[in-house]
């Protein structure tokens, strides 16, 4: 069964620094890109991407404009844990925070973190 188990959030002052983790199991970790998403409070807002990370090598990484040069997604296949160290933090990225693989034809989510930049 695929499982991704986030971590890390919590509540942090602006300016400051959290990270959060992606614990994965159920499936072949390297062979998959991995993605961080986050939805901010409020409605039906969707989910927007964050950040992902190459399969295989893991030596591509994506950042929306947003989040360039304050976040930095990595990975550590022994532990099977993709990383999301964000920096300089504020207020509008407060946000549940998700991790998403898509394996075939189908998705998957764990089940959020929380992150609440204080201004």
């Known amino acids: 069964e695929v499982q991704l188990v986030e971590s890390g959030g919590g509540l942090v002052q602006a300016g400051g620094s959290l990270r959060l983790s992606c614990t994965a199991s159920?499936?072949?970790?390297?062979?998959?890109?991995v993605g961080w998403f986050r939805q901010a409070p409020g409605g039906e807002r969707e989910r927007e991407g964050v950040?992902?990370?190459?399969?295989?090598?893991?030596?591509?990484?994506y950042y929306a404009d947003s989040v360039k040069g304050r976040f930095t997604i990595s990975s550590d296949s022994v532990r099977n844990t993709v990383y999301l160290q964000m920096n300089s933090l504020n207020a509008e990225d407060t946000a549940v925070y998700y991790c998403?693989?898509?394996?075939?034809?189908?998705?998957?989510w764990g089940q959020g973190t929380q992150v609440t930049v204080s201004s």
């Open positions: 998403n693989v898509h394996i075939f034809t189908t998705s998957y």
């Open positions: 159920g499936f072949n970790f390297d062979d998959y890109a």
């Open positions: 950040s992902c990370i190459s399969d295989r090598d893991r030596n591509t990484q």
